[in-house]
T-cell receptor, first 110, second 114 residues
Framework: QKEVEQDPGPLSVPEGAIVSLNCTYS??????FMWYRQYSRKGPELLMY????GNKEDGRFTAQVDKSSKYISLFIRDSQPSDSATYLC??????????FGSGTKLNVKP | GAGVSQSPSNKVTEKGKDVELRCDPI?????LYWYRQRLGQGLEFLIY????????KSGLPSDRFSAERTGESVSTLTIQRTQQEDSAVYLC????????????FGPGTRLLVL
């Protein structure tokens, strides 16, 4: 069993839609949860991170963690074509070693 | 300022050859990470450095893989006797210190083993 599971998509939505991206994990010891965005042929860039269960909001992005269910989500409101990318979740016990999901490819159609 | 740079950007090699991949972290960043990303898959942790020390080498796939770092600067990832399954994008990231959630990634080296 993989440490982190993520639906690869692709996910195609119209501009302005609310997007929900999700990951599940098996290791209940994970303490830190991150979302990265990766454009084609580029390295990932950190979007959001959170340490605890609950919601964290940053502009159009909301990260949600449910430790009891071992489930994390990223919501994108008012999605834009520029949001089209692959979104990777990542987790860590100690911020030294990081475990990544396989990424969900998102396409926002104008 | 300059970000993380990696060279070469692309490398094609024959099975059985050795390759060296280079990473230049952001100046002043003491933590450096190497990952492998196979086509359509997520990032697979390989190794991290705190300064020139590598506390955790458990992610290196086999003894054909090794990495070193000069001081708190350049790192090289060496793959000996390359195999076709080594074909992937190799990504390097750096952060100010270990124990930080923010890593800055380079563009990667695309390795193809024929």
């Amino acid at each position: 069993q993989k440490e982190v599971e993520q639906d690869p998509g692709p996910l195609s939505v119209p501009e302005g839609a609310i997007v929900s991206l999700n990951c599940t994990y098996s290791n209940s010891a994970f303490q830190y949860f991150m979302w990265y965005r990766q454009y084609s042929r580029k390295g990932p860039e950190l979007l959001m991170y959170t340490y605890s269960s609950g919601n964290k909001e940053d502009g159009r992005f909301t990260a949600q963690v449910d430790k009891s269910s071992k489930y994390i989500s990223l919501f994108i409101r008012d999605s834009q074509p520029s949001d089209s990318a692959t979104y990777l979740c990542a987790m860590s016990l100690d911020l030294n070693k990081f475990y990544f999901g396989s990424g969900t490819k998102l396409n926002v159609k104008p | 300022g300059a970000g993380v740079s990696q060279s070469p950007s692309n490398k094609v090699t024959e099975k059985g050859k050795d390759v060296e991949l280079r990473c230049d972290p952001i100046s002043g960043h003491t933590a450096l990470y190497w990952y492998r990303q196979r086509l359509g898959q997520g990032l697979e942790f390989l190794i991290y450095f705190q300064g020139n020390s590598a506390p955790d080498k458990s992610g290196l796939p086999s003894d054909r893989f090794s990495a070193e770092r000069t001081g708190e600067s350049v790192s090289t990832l060496t793959i000996q006797r390359t195999q076709q399954e080594d074909s992937a994008v190799y990504l390097c990231a750096s952060s100010l210190v270990t124990g930080r959630e923010t890593q800055y990634f380079g563009p990667g080296t695309r390795l193809l083993v024929l």
